[in-house]
C-alpha cells in the first residue's frame, strides 16, 4: 500500500507500485485532467506537481510518490478561485484542442514561481511542452499575463 497525498489529500494506492503515477492519476484516482501524450517524457501533457516542482507523470511510478504531495489541475484552483495561470489562459483564450493545455499550465506554474518577471526568452527555454495545435502565441501572451495577475495577487 502507497501513501502520498493528491490535492491536499490523503490517498492509499494498492496496485502495482511500478505503475506510472500519470495512470494510477488517470485510472485509480479518476483524476483525467492530466494527459497522456507521449509515454516517453517528451511531450509534457502529463504535467503535475510533486512536492512543488513540476514533473512528467508518465515517468515518476506511484511508489516514487510515497509520502509526497501531488499536485493535478484539478486541484489548482482555490474552490471558485481560478489560479492566476488559469485566469491568464481563460483570458488569452489559449486552448484549441486542449490536449496539452493542462500539461502547459502545470508548468508554467511552477515556471512563474522561478520567474516572476519573465522575458520570452525565459519562456522558450524553460517552458518546452508540445502543442500539435501550435498554441504558441497565445501561450507566451498569457504567461505574461498570468506574471501580472500573480503580482497582483501578492
Ligand atoms: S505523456 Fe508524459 S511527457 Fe508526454
Ligand atoms: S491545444 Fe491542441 S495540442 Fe495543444
Given amino acids: ?6 490535492n491536499n489529500k490523503p490517498v492509499q494506492f494498492d496496485g502495482e507500485p511500478d505503475t506510472p503515477l500519470l495512470w494510477a492519476l488517470r485510472d485509480h484516482f479518476k483524476l483525467t485532467g492530466t494527459k497522456y501524450g507521449c509515454g516517453i517524457g ?12 513540476a514533473r512528467r507523470s508518465c515517468m515518476t511510478t506511484v511508489s516514487n510518490t510515497e509520502g509526497k504531495s501531488v499536485v493535478t489541475i484539478e486541484g489548482l484552483a ?9 485566469q491568464a489562459w481563460l483570458e ?10 493542462t500539461g502547459l499550465i502545470m508548468t508554467t ?7 516572476p518577471k519573465p522575458s520570452d526568452e525565459d519562456i522558450n527555454a524553460n517552458v ?19 506574471a501580472e495577475l500573480s503580482a497582483q495577487e501578492k
Avoid: W
Avoid at 78 to 86: A, N, R, S, T, Y
Avoid at 109 to 115: D, G, I, K, N, R
Avoid at 128 to 137: A, D, E, H, M, S
Fill in 1 to 6: 500500500m502507497i501513501s502520498l497525498r493528491i
Fill in 78 to 86: 482555490k474552490g471558485d478561485q481560478l489560479h492566476p495561470v488559469q
Fill in 92 to 101: 488569452q483564450d489559449v486552448p484549441q484542442c486542449g490536449y496539452c493545455q
Fill in 109 to 115: 506554474v511552477e515556471f512563474l514561481q522561478q520567474h
Fill in 128 to 146: 518546452k511542452n508540445l502543442c500539435r495545435c501550435g498554441t504558441y502565441v497565445r501561450v507566451r501572451k498569457a504567461i505574461h499575463r498570468a
Fill in 42 to 53: 517528451q511531450c509534457g501533457s502529463c504535467t503535475v506537481h510533486i512536492d512543488g516542482k
